[in-house]
Structures are given as structure tokens and as C-alpha cells.
T-cell receptor
Framework: KQEVTQIPAALSVPEGENLVLNCSFTDSAIYNLQWFRQDPGKGLTSLLLIQSSQREQTSGRLNASLDKSSGRSTLYIAASQPGDSATYLCAASFTNAGKSTFGDGTTLTVKP | GAGVSQTPSNKVTEKGKYVELRCDPISGHTALYWYRQSLGQGPEFLIYFQGTGAADDSGLPNDRFFAVRPEGSVSTLKIQRTERGDSAVYLC?????????????FGPGTRLTVT
């Protein structure tokens, strides 16, 4: 069964700290890996999309990496801010149809 | 431009009733996805449309669930004989086309509560 796992479920850091969120998947034959942010009671906001042929993507203070051979992706957040507090979800596409399998997310709290 | 919209934002219904949830994708997006999210969990795939046709409905939990997209734009998720276990947030997403090359953009979701 193709699964996506995110550990830890929750993370708390002081403002200004650099941090890494982890995502692991069971099938190395993925087509893409997408990171999302979800604020309480809201929908998902796309942060970064990494194609299977890519190793990383960057957007502002965010950098996402993909290592298919080890079944891992990481989301690096530089100089964290209280506004970064949210749940971060990763999702992998294991088919070329684009449907995604999600992890259960890591809830990040950045304390002022 | 406008993002993905979903109506209603909240729906409370009694067990056994029929409900319809609507999704308006981003204009020009041919692919549309429905997911269901329970509290504390990631979204679970329900169904994927490419144009008007359901290309993959493998995530629909049973035959009480049905979805349509008759003109290749707006989609409606229909749930018959609702059960308390159907309570969840139903999310819709669209992308420029099907396949892994394009990001999925999500709507705000419809929170369904079955009493």
C-alpha cells in the first residue's frame, strides 16, 4: 500500500529558528511531491511542487527537497516567523493521473 | 483571478438525508479532484475528473457517493442516505490539466455534519 507519513505530528520552535519538516513515502516510483500549508478551518495552500525528475524547489524562505531512493522529502523553513504557524502537509502522486496521497501533517507553532 | 470556490461552506443534515456539495474550479482548469478530510488527518482522495468524465473514482467509499461534472466545469458531489460517519470536510481541487506536472489548487472546503 502506498503511504505517506509525516513525523512529528507537532513541532514548536522559537521565532527566528531554521527548521526542517519531514515527509516519507513508501513507493519510490512517485511522479511528484507537493507541500501544502493549512491554516485552522481553511483549505490548503500550495507551497512547492517537486517533479520526480527534480531534486529541490525553492520559494522565498522555503526549500523543499526530494530523495526518491530513500523515500523522503523535507521542507526547510528559514528564519521562522509566528505567521508560519500552521499545519504543513505533504502529498505524493503515485500515478500519472495527478491524484495525491497525503500525510497527516505536522502542526508547526512558532513562538514570538 | 478567482480561486476554487465551494458551496455551501457548512452543511448540517440529519442522518438518512440527501446532500449535494458544489465545486467551482479555476476557470480553464480541466482536472478536478474531490477529497475528504477528517479532523487531524490529511485529505483522502475520492474522485478525479478530466473534463466531463470521471477518470478515477476509486476513492469513493461506497455507492451512496456519486459525483458529476456535466459541462466540464462545475462539479457536484452527491451523498445519499447520509450517515454520521460521513461527517468531514469535503475539499475540491483543480489543476490546469490532469497528470503530475501541475499544482493542485484547493477550495476552502465544505464542512458536512450529519446529526
Amino acid at each position: 500500500k502506498q503511504e505517506v507519513t509525516q513525523i512529528p505530528a507537532a513541532l514548536s520552535v522559537p521565532e527566528g529558528e531554521n527548521l526542517v519538516l519531514n515527509c516519507s513515502f513508501t513507493d519510490s516510483a512517485i511522479y511528484n511531491l507537493q507541500w501544502f500549508r493549512q491554516d485552522p478551518g481553511k483549505g490548503l495552500t500550495s507551497l512547492l511542487l517537486i517533479q520526480s525528475s527534480q531534486r529541490e524547489q525553492t520559494s522565498g524562505r522555503l526549500n523543499a527537497s526530494l530523495d526518491k531512493s530513500s523515500g523522503r522529502s523535507t521542507l526547510y523553513i528559514a528564519a521562522s516567523q509566528p505567521g508560519d504557524s500552521a499545519t504543513y502537509l505533504c502529498a505524493a502522486s503515485f500515478t500519472n493521473a495527478g491524484k495525491s496521497t497525503f500525510g497527516d501533517g505536522t502542526t508547526l507553532t512558532v513562538k514570538p | 483571478g478567482a480561486g476554487v470556490s465551494q458551496t455551501p461552506s457548512n452543511k448540517v443534515t440529519e442522518k438518512g438525508k440527501y446532500v449535494e456539495l458544489r465545486c467551482d474550479p479555476i476557470s480553464g482548469h480541466t482536472a478536478l479532484y474531490w477529497y475528504r478530510q477528517s479532523l487531524g488527518q490529511g485529505p483522502e482522495f475520492l474522485i478525479y475528473f478530466q473534463g466531463t468524465g470521471a477518470a478515477d473514482d476509486s476513492g469513493l467509499p461506497n455507492d451512496r457517493f456519486f459525483a458529476v461534472r456535466p459541462e466540464g466545469s462545475v462539479s457536484t458531489l452527491k451523498i445519499q442516505r447520509t450517515e454520521r460517519g460521513d461527517s468531514a470536510v469535503y475539499l475540491c481541487a483543480s489543476s490546469l490539466t490532469g497528470g503530475p506536472l501541475y499544482e493542485q489548487y484547493f477550495g476552502p472546503g465544505t464542512r458536512l455534519t450529519v446529526t
